[in-house]
């Protein structure tokens, strides 16, 4: 078999967020797979094939690209941000699990990128300076209850906490669950950091408080992080505040 | 004033995990300051001087930084990883509340890299596919029992777990503490990543469980990953399992 698959991360919208390793992966790329709007970020080549996809269709796009992996073609299945956080690496993982025993013995590599918490965070200083967790805002896969469970847990211990998948169309009241759940646990005061397509020309990056945080200000391409009760923001003149997570810690109130 | 800083994360030991953004702002440097062995991954270039340093001197460190950026050079902090998570990130934005007004004024710039729990994560497959969190090991600047509440808080809430600085010759009875006490709320098969080194020529990736998880694996330059309920481990002939964590969950027992 001389097939392979190769699961590459591109990094949030900004091509200068693109590692060298990725960036070899798609040039030696046959087949190059991955929902619309990440595959329109790799540039065309010819004697490549492309399968864009719907957003919603991870397993089918998965067991595709291992399909033809296994019949011989090196594909690569393009993700933005990191594909393991989030994103296609599980699914192609799951559909290896669930599928022929072949699949089990392909060339596999999984290309990592900088995942968009990293990117939103280094915007505005180092609000993910400390221990941090990250949640997927997304119930299309679990439970509510779920999820405003890991909330709470991750305010109460201390964690700063970012959210991905924070609002959709299909998914338009649980951030703003999400917030009030937030702040029964943390102060008014503690920042908020709102990341919209980060690296991208409409970028848009806007610290507030939880208190004043606004869910009608993030869209499907916005990674949000809410401080914890260490976090602080700095005024600075003319610019936009310094928001850090200092490693030195007391302790929980 | 025209110093500038950009806090640049160098990504784990693989030159090819550099981005182009981090890339550019090291050539761009006058001044380079950063812990030793991350300086000695940064070619050198003439007219360019380095302050290379010790381990445990973030705060100095930073503040050399701050001032000889302050004075007029085009400064660059080196930092493994991303230097927004446990990194110099937050000790530059540190100086900066504690510093003079000036500092504020700065020509600031962060820079995201690859930090070192995706890329081991990507060695195996993906097993922060879904909710997980980070954690700092290291008791110097936080109270022990405050790092046991976090292990246990994600634990309990389905969270998978990245350790980071799980041990070094300083702190050399945490982690298998850390292990006792995650044993109490996981399963004993919860699955278990030791990355050591990852992405250097001495790169050694293991598979293991939380019930034979061996403090004794790890060493300053390791990550380890341990999984949540949901986190599975597939078998392969002939090659390392993959280790993923499902973004379908049914929630928590």
Request: aromatic residues 6%; neutral net charge; hydrophobic residues 50%.
């Amino acid at each position: 078999m001389t097939g392979s698959l190769a699961v590459v991360g591109l990094g949030p919208g900004d091509a200068r967020w693109l590692t060298p390793e990725a960036q070899a992966a798609l040039a030696a790329a046959d087949v190059l797979i991955g929902y619309r709007p990440y595959l329109e970020r790799v540039p065309a080549r010819p004697q490549q094939t492309r399968h864009p996809s719907d957003n919603r269709e991870e397993g089918a796009r998965a067991a595709q690209a291992l399909r033809q992996a296994a019949e011989g073609a090196r594909v690569a299945v393009v993700s933005g941000g990191d594909p393991g956080v989030f994103a296609m690496a599980a699914a192609i993982c799951g559909e290896i699990e669930a599928g022929p025993p072949a699949w089990r013995d392909l060339d596999l590599a999984f290309l990592p990128g900088v995942t968009a918490m990293l990117a939103v965070a280094a915007r505005v200083g180092a609000p993910l300076g400390h221990d941090f967790c990250a949640i997927s805002l997304s119930d299309n896969l679990k439970p509510w209850d779920l999820i405003e469970r890991r909330l709470e847990a991750a305010a109460e211990a201390g964690f700063v906490i970012a959210l991905y998948n924070p609002i959709s169309r299909a998914r338009p009241w649980q951030l703003g669950v999400a917030f009030e759940r937030l702040r029964r646990k943390l102060a008014a005061a503690t920042p908020v950091v709102f990341g919209r397509a980060v690296g991208r020309a409409d970028e848009r990056v806007a610290v507030t408080t939880l208190a004043a945080a606004d869910p009608a200000a993030a869209d499907m391409t916005t990674l949000i992080i809410v401080g914890s009760p260490e976090t602080r923001a700095i005024a600075r003149p003319g610019r936009g505040p310094l928001v850090y997570t200092p490693r030195a810690t007391q302790g929980l109130a």
